[in-house]
């Protein structure tokens, strides 16, 4: 079929496609309603219908499939290499499940996990949807008061965690930061179910801690049937950052979900029952969720599961692995191809990658030099695909499993089906409809199956944050920049908020300045992100103090930048330690008050910082300038 008549039928005929998508995957019951629009921005997917999402992932596959792979994991963090047919994963997932349960679990129960990338990980996600459970993965390089913060939002009755992870060979705790992140958080799960790797002995916290390979032998052969939930029914959180320092927890459905992967792995991602999927994201992240565990699952693939850097033990680890197990579709980010252009261009060569169909990339933008050296070095496709955690799967990308289309560099394609996605003027709210205009890319509702249902707990602030920033127009933010061109391609061009996107990692740049300003020297700070040739953009911070002698001579100034940088890795983790810490006499701001961020930004990346008439003190610009500078 032509893509066009495709995307079309999504949106002028959306219940009739919707409800051919949902065959892919198996109803207990079926819908009433494929989509309920009555209360919008609240959209609800197939209303009435029955399903769960680790029948679907895991126990639907069991007839035809069960000695079938069905989750590889490879560490070269431990030198592990284990490999769980569908049958061995439907045997841990329900003991997993009957530990839960045991440790007092119900349905609607929030379970965290703050987790490194191990088996166990996938076990305990299924485990939770399975009995109807909601899992909220906290990304295992977050630290205390990120953990804690997420802890106070989601309420867990069991925090699942491990005595440690492991990264380019060193032993990363995780314990202690866990109990430091109860210790700080008001809310106090009832139980810590502790997954020992060995890596790393920990402090037992008597009546709280409990051991899964106890657990592990007492519930070897429980049996747990998945429980059938509505459609609407939440299967998870995962916390995202915005514009405030309090990150907000995307909340997702079970069967809209669920449809929308299973077709997204046929249409996207040319996945077929039998073939091997290996992405290599982390659980921590929505790509992790959707495209690790969930829609390669879903498919009745198998996916590889890999704890362990690209480049050890050297620069091949990724293609040794996708000869090794005739990976078929991968799925990485910019960041980790520009790090291996880095490296030894023949670790590219030296293996049979025949099996593979294609690369996919998302997270950060594609640019054109990276895009053109991988897809030279490979000789195969390379499909980039741009969407965020709250929709869940692609917004924009070439739908090559509908009808092959050729890619522009620096575009990761077009409206994906199911999203009516228009630009539209910041300050108007007018839509733009011409060729190469910028504007914000915004999404006309429904949003499609498989994208958030509401902020956790807190249905004001989705209205608010998403549905509120156009003037005059309910229409969702994606809180980006871009343009279309002519063919109907899109471009994005960077976040309009106070995001940043850190080697792929989207954080936000309000939590890092919370964090600075709790060094007791710090007065004042603003954080920007840079464009940086390698990990995209930086963090970059700078700081008024309350008695700038305190940094008054360069060795003093790096003692400080050190001991904030600490803290910064103390609280939220090393993902968020910003580049550079640099002192200033005063911050750039509007007579009104507010921060020039995007001045920061311009000069900082020598650009032209555009109008600065309503700026209170020009001088604070100059003095950034002169430092970046300098
Ligand atoms: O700014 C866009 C950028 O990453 C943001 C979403 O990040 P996250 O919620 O972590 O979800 C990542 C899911 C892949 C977006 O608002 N972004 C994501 N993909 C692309 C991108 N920017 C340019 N090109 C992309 N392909």
């Known amino acids: 079929m032509d893509y066009a008549t495709f995307y079309r039928?999504?949106?002028?005929?959306?219940?009739?496609?919707?409800?051919?998508q949902a065959r892919l995957i198996d109803w207990e019951r079926p819908w009433d309603q494929v989509c309920d629009n009555s209360n919008p921005p609240f959209t609800r997917w197939f209303v009435g219908g029955r399903t769960n999402l680790c029948h679907n992932a895991v126990d639907r596959h069991l007839a035809a499939r069960a000695q079938q792979n069905a989750l590889i994991f490879v560490s070269t963090e431990t030198g592990t290499e284990r490999i769980y047919s569908y049958a061995e994963l439907h045997r841990e997932v329900q003991t997993m499940a009957a530990t839960l349960q045991s440790l007092g679990v119900k349905q609607g129960d929030r379970v965290l996990l703050y987790l490194p990338m191990i088996p166990e990980a996938a076990f305990a996600m299924l485990a939770c949807t399975r009995i109807g459970a909601l899992h909220s993965v906290v990304f295992g390089g977050f630290a205390s008061v990120s953990l804690a913060s997420r802890i106070d939002d989601a309420e867990p009755t069991v925090i699942v965690s491990a005595d440690a992870g492991s990264r380019g060979g060193k032993v990363v705790p995780y314990k202690p930061l866990l109990d430091e992140a109860i210790r700080l958080a008001?809310?106090?799960?009832?139980?810590?179910?502790?997954?020992?790797?060995?890596?790393?002995?920990?402090?037992?916290?008597?009546?709280?801690?409990?051991a899964y390979a106890d657990w592990r032998e007492r519930h070897r052969q429980a049996q747990v049937p998945c429980a059938w939930v509505d459609a609407t029914h939440p299967s998870y959180t995962l916390y995202t950052s915005g514009t405030t320092g309090k990150p907000k927890g995307v909340q997702r459905d079970t069967g809209g979900y669920a449809v929308a992967l299973a077709s997204s792995m046929k249409h996207i991602f040319l996945g077929n029952p039998g073939e091997t999927y290996f992405s290599t994201s982390d659980i921590g992240w929505v790509v992790g969720h959707s495209y690790i565990i969930y829609g390669p699952l879903i498919a009745g693939m198998a996916t590889i599961m890999y704890e362990g850097l690209p480049i050890r033990p050297?620069?091949?680890?990724?293609?040794?692995l996708v000869e090794k197990y005739k990976v078929t579709s991968m799925f990485s980010a910019p960041t980790a191809v520009r790090v291996l252009k880095k490296q030894d261009p023949a670790a590219l060569k030296k293996h049979d990658l025949s099996s593979l169909?294609?690369?996919?990339?998302?997270?950060e933008p594609l640019d054109e030099p990276t895009a053109q050296w991988i897809a030279e070095s490979l000789g195969k496709p390379i499909i980039d695909n741009y969407w965020q955690t709250e929709t869940g799967w692609p917004i924009l990308t070439i739908c090559n499993g509908i009808e092959p289309a050729p890619s522009k560099f620096g575009s990761p394609g077009k409206a994906v089906y199911g999203y009516d996605v228009q630009l539209v003027d910041e300050s108007t709210g007018q839509e733009l409809t011409g060729a190469n205009q910028k504007g914000v890319v915004v999404i006309k509702?429904?949003?499609?199956p498989g994208c958030m249902q509401t902020v956790w707990r807190d249905d004001a602030r989705f209205v608010k944050t998403y549905w509120s920033s156009i003037p005059g127009q309910q229409v969702y933010s994606t809180f980006d920049w871009g343009i279309r061109d002519e063919d109907g391609y899109f471009f994005i061009l960077g976040r309009t908020d106070d995001v940043i996107n850190v080697a792929g990692h989207r954080l936000g740049t309000r939590e890092i300045e919370e964090s600075i300003s709790s060094h007791p020297a710090v007065a004042e700070v603003a954080v920007v992100g840079v464009a940086d040739q390698l990990k995209g953009q930086v963090a970059m911070a700078f700081a008024v103090l309350k008695d700038p002698s305190v940094a008054a001579t360069p060795e003093a100034a790096l003692k400080l930048e050190g001991a904030i940088m600490k803290l910064v890795d103390e609280q939220l983790g090393a993902v968020?330690?910003?580049?550079r810490v640099r002192f200033v006499g005063v911050l750039p701001k509007t007579r009104s008050g507010k921060l020039l961020r995007r001045a920061i930004q311009a000069v900082c990346e020598?650009?032209?910082?555009?109008?600065?008439?309503?700026?209170?003190?020009?001088t604070a610009l100059q003095q950034i300038k002169d430092l970046v500078q300098g």
């Open 9 to 20: 039928r999504s949106i002028d005929d959306r219940e009739a496609f919707w409800a051919e």
């Open 576 to 579: 968020a330690r910003p580049a």
């Open 445 to 448: 509702g429904p949003l499609p």
């Open 606 to 618: 020598q650009r032209d910082p555009g109008d600065l008439t309503t700026i209170e003190d020009p």
């Open 357 to 363: 169909r294609a690369l996919f990339l998302a997270g």
């Open 186 to 210: 008001e809310h106090k799960p009832a139980k810590v179910l502790m997954i020992d790797r060995g890596l790393s002995p920990f402090e037992r916290v008597a009546g709280r801690d409990e």
């Open 314 to 320: 050297d620069a091949a680890i990724w293609w040794s």
